[in-house]
């Protein structure tokens, strides 16, 4: 099991740094009205700022102290009941949930370049089926294993 697990994370940050090279070639969007609350520390949060990084999108990046007790800011927390970062805020609209973010934001601001979140329905699925075992099966796994770790080791 850990072992597996181990495996899966591997395989996902080689991913994801081989994303993030292919598509850093490109020259930055710029959108600096569009906000994005998050802590450094927060698997979820590094997942939208790696995209972010993949297809060199800038927008303004509001770090949450979680673990000083800093709070989002009250409209935020009105909206977010959860109160959790990752947030975004694009004008009006605020979205929660890293995986929501991350489709958004490619969908929203990835122009012309479609091969991060494809047209075709049957990629898009697989897509969806990656981003939901990230967040159905293979974060709460590590979390479980770490939290274990974590609490044999205090
Ligand atoms: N499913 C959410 C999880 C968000 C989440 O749990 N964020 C944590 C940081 S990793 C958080 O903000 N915790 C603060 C709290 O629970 O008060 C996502 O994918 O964005």
Known sequence: MTSTLIKYNVILIVLCI???????SSEAIVKKDVILYYNHLSPQCRSVLLTLGAFDLEI?????DLLNGEQLPEKLREIN????????????FVLSESNAIIV???QQYGGSDHSLYPKDLKIQAQVNQILNFESRT??????????????III
């Open 104 to 106: 958004y934001l490619v």
């Open 81 to 92: 009941s959860l109160h959790t970062v990752p947030v975004l805020e694009d004008g009006d």
């Open 18 to 24: 081989g994303i993030t090279l292919i598509h850093n």
């Open 138 to 151: 293979l974060y709460p796994a590590i979390k479980n294993l770490y939290m274990n770790i974590h609490f």
């Open 60 to 64: 303004t990046l509001i770090p949450i």
